[in-house]
């Protein structure tokens, strides 16, 4: 499957945005999907992960009750809303697709879209 991250780009802290991930190629709604970070000199880390169907969906610590991530499997897409902004948010974002959510292995990988939060 093909992934292709969008929506990033500039904002001020406190503001939103929202990523997309737009999947083609094979079945989309047979994967788990998750989005990454990673930020200047810094590790890629998990951000948030939503099931095949979309029940079920977990946050890192860090964007919990800011980030809501949902799955529109009609038009094979993942987004990511992200409200109240920080300056730590800044990064690149990626998203992936797994064969399972509980063990997310990254299978599949799109690029990178920016995200720049200024305070």
């Known amino acids: 499957v093909q992934l292709q991250a969008s929506g990033g780009g500039s904002v001020q802290a406190g503001y939103s945005l929202r990523l997309s991930c737009a999947a083609s190629g094979r079945t989309f709604s047979d994967y788990a999907v998750g989005w990454f970070r990673q930020a200047p000199g810094k590790e890629r880390e998990f951000v948030s992960a939503?099931?095949?169907?979309?029940?079920?969906?977990k946050y890192a610590d860090s964007v919990e009750g800011r980030f809501s991530i949902s799955r529109d499997n009609a038009k094979n897409t993942v987004n990511l809303q992200m409200n109240s902004l920080r300056a730590e948010d800044t990064a690149v974002y990626y998203c992936?697709?797994?064969?399972?959510?509980?063990?997310?292995?990254?299978?599949?990988w799109g690029q990178g879209t920016q995200v720049t939060v200024s305070s």
């Open positions: 992936a697709a797994s064969d399972y959510y509980n063990t997310f292995r990254s299978r599949y």
């Open positions: 939503i099931t095949w169907n979309g029940r079920d969906a």
